[in-house]
Every structure is written in structure tokens, then in C-alpha cells.
């Protein structure tokens, strides 16, 4: 079964420090490795993905993900956080070897608090 | 948030009513997707689309139903059945094409609240 693990509910940064949101996966096959980024009383917004190659892994709004599949992780990443980071985020995973290609499993998110 | 629109964006329903929730994109996108999302737990999947006339249950899918009678438009109807509907409830699609690496794309949402 696939299954995706956010372990910490809330990260907490001071701004301009660097910042890392955790997320571990469970699939049958090789997977597919997703991050979205969620604005209160918005949709998700996607941030980068992991499909193959590269382990490190870079998106949007200077966010990268490390892929380790001995460890089976996909943390994000940000060298500098700033305030406007603050948001949810969501780790998602797809199974390539599921009957439903095209479903997304989500982790239940991680709330990052960015302070001045 | 672009070339997915979902209306309302609020609504509040009384008890014993139905009410259906807009979803209409504009990608050209064959799967179609709505979820649900609550405090806490994620995102979790009701119905998913991935040709018109053409729909599979999610995990969460009693209580509601949808249709898919054009390719641009999902409607999810939340009925009297389901016994806890206040919840923010998110559209998404994305291509077929390579459907197992490409991204969904979601809507704003939209706010349900039950008085």
C-alpha cells in the first residue's frame, strides 16, 4: 500500500536560517515524489517533483527536495527561509505500478512558522 | 491557482440539504479530481475523473456523488448522506499523457459549512 509520512505536524524557523520539512514514503515500485505548498484558504500550489535522475531535486521559490531512497525520504529544503514561506506543505507520492496511475497520496502536512 | 475554477467559494448548508460544488478547468486536462481536506489530516481523495463518463470512488466517497458529462467540468454533490460534509474541498486535473510524473494542478477551493 502506498502511504506518505509528514512526522513533524509544525517547524518552526527563524528567518534567513535554513529550513528543512520532512516526509518519508511507502510504495511497491519506484516512486514519484510530489511537494505542494498551501496559502491559508487557498489551493496547493506545486513546488518541484522527484520522477527520476538527480537526487537533489530543484523548484520553485528557490525550494529543493533530496531524494534518498535507501532511506526512503524526499525532505524539502530551503537554504534561507523567509517570512513568506510561512504556509502548509504537503508531501505526496504516486506508485507507477498502482492500477490508478493517476492518484496522488498525501501526507496530512506540515505547518512551517517563519518569525522575523 | 490558474485554469481551474471552483464556485462558491463559501457555502453553508443546512442539514438534510444537497448542495453541488462547481469544478470547471480549462487545461485541457483529462483526470479530474476532488478532494477533501480537515484540520490535521491531509488531503484525502472522494472521486477521481479520468475520461468523461467515466468516474471511480475514492477513499472517502460515501455521501457524495459526481458526474462527468464534459471534459472541462466535475461537479461533486454532497447529499444528506453524508454526515459530517463542513470541510474545505479541493478540485484538481491533470493530463493523461504521462499521467503516472505530471503534476495536478488544484482549484481555490471551496469553504463548506454545515448550520
Known amino acids: 500500500a502506498q502511504s506518505v509520512a509528514q512526522p513533524e505536524d509544525q517547524v518552526n524557523v527563524a528567518e534567513g536560517n535554513p529550513l528543512t520539512v520532512k516526509c518519508t514514503y511507502s510504495?511497491?515500485?519506484?516512486?514519484?515524489l510530489f511537494w505542494y505548498v498551501q496559502y491559508p484558504n487557498r489551493g496547493l500550489q506545486f513546488l518541484l517533483k522527484?520522477?527520476?535522475?538527480?537526487?537533489l531535486v530543484k523548484g520553485s521559490y528557490g525550494f529543493e527536495a533530496e531524494f534518498n531512497k535507501s532511506q526512503t525520504s524526499f525532505h524539502l529544503k530551503k537554504p534561507s527561509a523567509l517570512v513568506s514561506d510561512s504556509a502548509l506543505y504537503f508531501c505526496?507520492?504516486?506508485?507507477?505500478?498502482?492500477?490508478?496511475?493517476?492518484?496522488?497520496?498525501f501526507g496530512r502536512g506540515t505547518q512551517l512558522t517563519v518569525w522575523p | 491557482d490558474g485554469g481551474i475554477t471552483q464556485s462558491p467559494k463559501y457555502l453553508f448548508r443546512k442539514e438534510g440539504q444537497n448542495v453541488t460544488l462547481s469544478c470547471e478547468q480549462n487545461?485541457?486536462?483529462?483526470?479530474m479530481y476532488w478532494y477533501r481536506q480537515d484540520p490535521g489530516q491531509g488531503l484525502r481523495l472522494i472521486y477521481y475523473?479520468?475520461?468523461?463518463?467515466?468516474?471511480q470512488k475514492g477513499d472517502i466517497a460515501e455521501g457524495y456523488s459526481v458526474s462527468r458529462e464534459k471534459k472541462e467540468s466535475f461537479p461533486l454533490t454532497v447529499t444528506s448522506a453524508q454526515k459530517n460534509p463542513t470541510a474545505f474541498y479541493l478540485c484538481?486535473?491533470?493530463?493523461?499523457?504521462?499521467?503516472?510524473?505530471?503534476?495536478?494542478?488544484f482549484g481555490p477551493g471551496t469553504r463548506l459549512t454545515v448550520l
Open positions: 484538481a486535473s491533470s493530463t493523461l499523457a504521462g499521467i503516472a510524473y505530471n503534476e495536478q494542478f
Open positions: 510504495v511497491s515500485g519506484n516512486p514519484y
Open positions: 522527484y520522477i527520476t535522475g538527480d537526487n
Open positions: 505526496a507520492v504516486r506508485d507507477p505500478l498502482s492500477s490508478t496511475l493517476g492518484r496522488l497520496y
Open positions: 487545461l485541457n486536462h483529462d483526470a
Open positions: 475523473s479520468q475520461i468523461v463518463n467515466d468516474f
